[in-house]
Each structure stands twice: as structure tokens, then as C-alpha cells.
């Protein structure tokens, strides 16, 4: 009997019924969460290395451990008011993350940011505002 099988299935004259299709479904389907968890728990070990190495900067309180300061600061004059607070109450630095992958220090003293605008830029990545 698997003889005669063998033929359909290499010239692909081989019908997949209701129930091997499903099965290859639930397979593909498994394959897909197994990737996206595998990925998801990259992004959060990567979240959790950066907010251990970022622990010796000070922060504000956040609003979410997942999303941190996300939306907290606005582009109005009550978020210049906040940023005045903020340099206020820190005064040299402060350690924030918006959502789970974007960390960041704030660097408010000049005695802080000068080493990092004077350091070429082998040394210390530059975005194209700097």
C-alpha cells in the first residue's frame, strides 16, 4: 500500500484532507507564537538588562514599569513647566525609558554634557542633532 502512495504523493496528485490540513494549520501556527514569544522575551530581557545597567542614574516615578515615562512629558508650556521641575529636582541627570526599548539619560549640568560634545565621535554615538 505505501508503494502505491509513494507515486501520488512525489508526482503531487495527493489530496490533503479536512484534518491534514488542519494539522498543518496548528503546526505553522505554533511555529509562529513559539517566534513571536522568543522575540518578546528578547525585547524584555533586553528592557531589564538597560534598566539595571541605567540603575545608578536617579529617575522620576513612572507612570508603568513596561511603558516607564512614555507620555509624561508634553510639547506645551506646562511640559517646559515640568522640565524645570525635573532640572530642579535633578540636577545633574536623570534616567528615563519611553516604552519597553527606547532608554536615555537626561543630561541637564554643562559639566555633564561638555565631556560628551567634546569627545570625537569614535567614542561617543552622535545623533545628527549633536
Known amino acids: 500500500m505505501a508503494e502505491e502512495q509513494c507515486p501520488k504523493i512525489l508526482k503531487g496528485e495527493y489530496n490533503l484532507n479536512r484534518h491534514g490540513m488542519l494539522l498543518v494549520l496548528v503546526v505553522v501556527s505554533a511555529g509562529l507564537v513559539a517566534v513571536v514569544a522568543a522575540w518578546m522575551m528578547k525585547l524584555l530581557a533586553q528592557h531589564a538588562w538597560f534598566t539595571y545597567r541605567l540603575s545608578c542614574f536617579s529617575k522620576p516615578p513612572a507612570h508603568s ?66
Request: glycine residues 6%; aromatic residues 14%.
Open 65 to 130: 514599569w513596561l511603558f516607564g515615562h512614555l507620555g509624561q512629558m508634553q510639547s506645551t508650556e506646562e511640559g517646559l513647566l515640568q522640565v524645570d521641575e525635573l532640572v530642579r529636582t535633578y540636577t545633574h541627570s536623570c534616567s528615563w525609558f519611553l516604552g519597553p526599548f527606547y532608554h536615555l539619560v537626561r543630561l541637564f549640568h554643562p559639566d555633564y554634557v561638555k565631556p560628551l560634545l567634546m569627545a570625537p565621535a569614535s567614542i561617543t554615538v552622535k545623533d545628527e542633532l549633536i
